[in-house]
């Protein structure tokens, strides 16, 4: 059976670009450079960005686009033995989509309310949002029941993820031409209308003044590059399977750089929008900026939906606010799904992507139940944490070696120079064999000195053990899978 095709090489770039935009560019990026000195993160992200991100990316599209196959084949495809690269890869996306989608489901619920004037959490967005949608219990060892609306609105993200990746990148080329430029529209809107208001640009100031003193600390290096892992989409599988369905002379280093250049740009714009709106609510309410700065959800869910409230026809830009993450996340959230669909319909000769999907999309549904009860919000910290710091660090370690060392980076790059316009020099030798993987052992022997010396948010031991199970289970199984060779059915 021939292999499936993007239709052309913009719909590629929007599904890649898709997939590394997402809700991390919105609140996780504006507050790791406010936390970390302003203006001076950039330059840990920035270097990261160069000497991690960019030469990963590039190996990941030019393996899948070469060897024509998802994360698991192509690894196979080097060394009958290095499959379990990839399906640890995969299963550390699939682990991420879980409580990922449950985020957008919080989006949907607070989408639907914002059509309400007054807006409910109008007064107090905190008690509304850890109580009213996510009916929080107070501590991770008592679960509460299952909050049905929550349920209710995590199955109907679900359901629309499935009919966008039913039919493979066919439906999933049609999908990602409006909800690329869409999030991207809105987040110009939203710009736009926080650069006119009282206190914006004091907001701003705050984002970007630099502080060169934090890049002394070893976590500002640790934040960087975990945050370029997941907003590049790395070592998920995702850019392999999306990149396998390019035809096998397309400019892979180009490629590159427009994603890299568009997810950083947009993760910019993302700050602006965010400070500009919280100097503003800073200013309204004659408090400091860093009393009503957070990061991670409690700043989408708390912070900004009570700047929001402060606005002139507040019901507008909520709508917009919500349906701007609900966009950014729908393109990631899919792409992880479709990494996984990827690497199961390589094992057969005729796979049937629909049911294979159903199955994806079914699990996913059925293991996030745990995200919806009470103590949902403690565990989906604790395995992000763990994921994001460990898992996906873990992979591009390996992805680095099997490509420098066993594959051959010379070998991959006189490939990669055959089809880009821009070529590759041996520094991209040098950082897949040594800059990689060196500086990724060093920076996850910091992360778990770290943990082990201040256990993570002061979760209790069987807590975070369960955060480290997402650490040891895709990569136990990825050994195992390495030592057997068994994974290709057909």
Partial sequence: MARERWSSRTIFLFAAIGSAVGLG????????????????????????????????????????????????GSFRAINSKLGGIGLAAIMAGFIVVVYYVVIMAWSLLFLVKSFQFPLPWAGDSESYFFGSILNISDSVGSFGGINIPLLISLFAVWVAIYFIVWKGVKSVGK????????????????????????????????????????????????????????????????????????????????????????NTLISLVAGFVVFSILGYMAASTSVPLESVVEGGPSLAFVVFPQALSLLPWAPLFAVLFFLTLLSLGIDSAFSLVEAANTAISDRYKNPNTSKIAFFVVGLAFLLGILFVTGAGLYFLDIVDHFVTNYTLVIVGIFESI???????????REYINSVSKIKLGRWWNVSIKYVVPLTLIVLLITQFVRDIVTPYGGYPGWALAIGWLTVIVPVIIGIFFCLTGSWNKK
């Fill in 402 to 412: 099997a490509v420098g060392w066993v594959y051959g980076a010379d070998r991959l």
């Fill in 25 to 72: 560019n919105f609140w996780r990026f504006p507050f790791l450079t406010y936390k970390f000195g302003g203006g001076a993160f950039l330059v840990p992200y920035l270097i990261a960005l160069l000497v991690i991100g960019t030469p990963l990316l590039i190996l990941e599209f030019a393996l899948g686009q070469k060897l024509q196959r998802g994360a698991v």
């Fill in 175 to 262: 999908v990602v031409m409006i909800t690329v430029p869409l999030p991207i529209i809105l987040l110009i809107v939203l710009l736009i209308r926080g650069i006119t208001l009282p206190g914006s640009f004091s907001g701003i100031a705050a984002y970007l003044r630099p502080d060169f003193g934090a890049l002394l600390s070893t976590e500002i290096w640790t934040a960087a590059v975990s945050q370029i892992f997941f907003t590049l989409s790395l070592a998920f599988g995702i850019m392999i399977a999306y990149a396998s369905y390019n035809k096998n002379n397309q400019d892979v280093a180009g490629d590159t750089y427009i994603t890299v250049i568009s």
